[in-house]
T-cell receptor
């Protein structure tokens, strides 16, 4: 069984300061992990993914995440927030497919607020 | 490539009415899925398909039907709309090679009165 917990429903930062969005997961296998971003009234877009290669994963727009198996975490970071980063962020976990099915589990989302 | 397209963008239904939400993708992906998004709930899987002619239920399938006659299209049918189905609906297709990245449509905002 798999599950994912986003530890903060809202994170507020000032422009130019670091961003940390926290995600813990549970998985019976070696999971694939993803972060997606959703800007207001838009669909979701992939930021980055971990699929058992390098544990530090770089994504688009300066975001990165580190897979820590011992802590079952996959936190998303960015050194310096920009106003355009204000959005909803979703952490997603997926065990390896079973019987041909791929069923990811989404976290409940973290709303990132960026103040000027 | 258009990616994943969804129609309509907005819809208002009365309780008991039926309708079909359309979804199409031009990336030749075998996997497609329907999700609903409600405030504070993330995305919940309604139905999914691993290829033409094959569909299965997700976490919240009640009140919805799907079919998959072609690789490109994956419509979602609401049989008898209820206020509890007021939500934003997203269709996604999944690229299997390279790690199961999902591509999402722009969404359909449905209100049932």
């Amino acid at each position: 069984a798999q599950s994912v917990t986003q530890l903060d429903s809202h994170v507020s930062v000032s422009e130019g300061t670091p961003v940390l969005l926290r995600c813990n997961y549970s998985s019976s296998y070696s999971p694939s992990l993803f972060w997606y971003v959703q800007h207001p009234n838009k669909g979701l877009q992939l930021l980055l993914k971990y699929t058992s290669a390098a544990t530090l994963v770089k994504g688009i727009n300066g975001f990165e995440a580190e897979f820590k198996k011992s802590e079952t975490s996959f936190h998303l970071t960015k050194p310096s927030a920009h106003m355009s980063d204000a959005a909803e962020y979703f952490c997603v976990v997926s065990d390896r497919p079973s019987g041909g099915s791929y069923i990811p589990t989404f976290g409940r989302g973290t709303s990132l607020i960026v103040h000027p | 490539n258009a990616g994943v397209t969804q129609t309509p963008k907005f819809q208002v239904l009365k309780t008991g009415q039926s309708m079909t939400l359309q979804c199409a993708q031009d990336m030749n992906h075998e996997y497609m899925s329907w999700y609903r998004q409600d405030p504070g709930m993330g995305l919940r899987l309604i139905h999914y398909s691993v290829g033409a002619g094959i569909t299965d239920q997700g976490e919240v399938p009640n009140g919805y039907n799907v079919s998959r006659s072609t690789t490109e299209d994956f419509p979602l049918r609401l049989l008898s709309a209820a206020p509890s189905q007021t939500s934003v609906y997203f269709c996604a297709s999944t690229k299997v090679t390279g790690g199961y990245e999902q591509y999402f449509g722009p969404g359909t905002r449905l209100t049932v009165t």
